[in-house]
């Protein structure tokens, strides 16, 4: 059966399963013990041959779901004990494939004067038997909202999503695989030519003249080792999103130093490093701004979650008391993620990060996200293409773009992204490569420049990394498979006289 739907205001077809998914015990180890332990990386991100729907369903399984065909929910003989019918949940395929599993969630935007009292919507809302979880605060009348139990997921959005007199918009929240855009390592190259070699960053020169003091980076990602010796003395906010078993909500928890749990992840510690691992202190190699300030956000932290948790990430990133009313500290200047999603772009999420441009009090974050490992059209990206993102591409010790990388024209630049040193688990190093990694690179270019210049606007810095990038001389900028070029720290922060 195909179900079609609007999200984000287009319409797609989801393909219902011939399986069902059960939702794991409620204490199942957000890191599954039967993990293999590669540099803190998670098995499923060093198989890039697994099809979508392949992946998706494995990345559940470690996750401790498990997938049954529906005839097995047919007690064959006398005894035979289905699971409990509350935890079963319907599966769905988008048309790229990707496995989404669906819960009890939706979120919906009113189409209500901006001067709605909160009772109003609460009792707006209970006409379609829909309870407020809690209300977003980067768009107006936005709300998680628990679906009425009795139907099937597909009548009771459909039924929302055919009032638009009431509803701008209503999208389910369903479970997805939201996981980092790592590449397998290639073979070892020198340390750290992403600060020092011929076509790096220009990192040495750029440090005469900024290292980012003082500007806060977010970093978005499934975990982070938060007291690897590199990381731990630059994180000084944040916190992680833990999900209830099968549902589309998390609950907040903050950072707090001696904190005896954090989630963790190598991909996610990876990526914190190469924006801000500390240098001068004898451990490993260092960031590009290593004196910046960090924010280490986790969510979906086994790697399964919905874009409504990712959009709370953002939305925390931005204004963290509009996530925890008690958390009065500024929001990040730059923001950084490296996590895919399914196909789908959900408005919630699309929202979140358009809501980028009121932070830092009007002059709007950059919001800086990894391209795909593959060479395919970013116009095929939903998330890259979104117009308040600034896609990152990968290059090479050569300074060529990388084989696996998107193109297009809203490619923005390339940053080292083959073979880069950074922090790993279990207070390590290692080298990586994948955009992800690209990433938070140019994101920390971004945080040098904005010491520089802490009141240019989201849009000025933008424009200044793209005016100093390196491009070859025989190609027009910008280029599809280059952008504006490869990033340069040094130009970047070197004013003119």
Known sequence: ???????????????????????????????????????????????????????????????????????????????????????????FLSERGDVLIETDVAVVQLNAAAEMKPSTAKRILAEDGLKIIYQLSFAPHVYAVRLPSGRSLQETIDALQDKPHRYIYAEPSMLERISGRQAPNDPLLEMQWQHEGDFGLQSLDAWEITKGAGVRIAIIDNGMEIYHDDLKDGIVGGGYFQPGPGTATATFVKYQPGMTYFPDSGHGTACMGMAGARANNGNGGCGIAFDSDLLAIACAIDQTASQLTLARAIEYAINPNGVDPNDFTPGADIISCSLDTAHDVHKVLEQAINSATTGRNGLGVPVFWAVNNVKEKLSEDNLCSLANVIAVGRSGEGGKVAVQCAYGPKLEFLAPGINVLGPAMWNDNDEWSGTSFATPLAAGVAALVLERHPTWTAAQVLQRLRDTCDMPSSLASPNDRYGHGRINAFRAVNDPE
Request: aromatic residues 8%; charged residues 40%; contains cysteine.
């Open 1 to 91: 059966m195909k179900w079609t739907l609007k999200i984000n205001g287009r319409r797609v077809k989801w393909q219902l399963s011939d399986v069902v998914a059960v939702v794991p015990p409620p204490y199942f180890p957000p890191l599954c013990p039967e993990r293999e332990k590669l540099n803190g990386k998670h098995p499923v991100d060093c198989d890039d041959n697994l099809r979508r729907e392949q992946l998706g369903r494995k990345t559940f399984e470690q996750a401790g779901w498990r997938f049954i065909d529906r005839k097995a929910l047919r007690p064959k003989k006398k005894g035979d004990r289905p699971p409990d019918k509350k935890d079963i949940r319907q599966v």
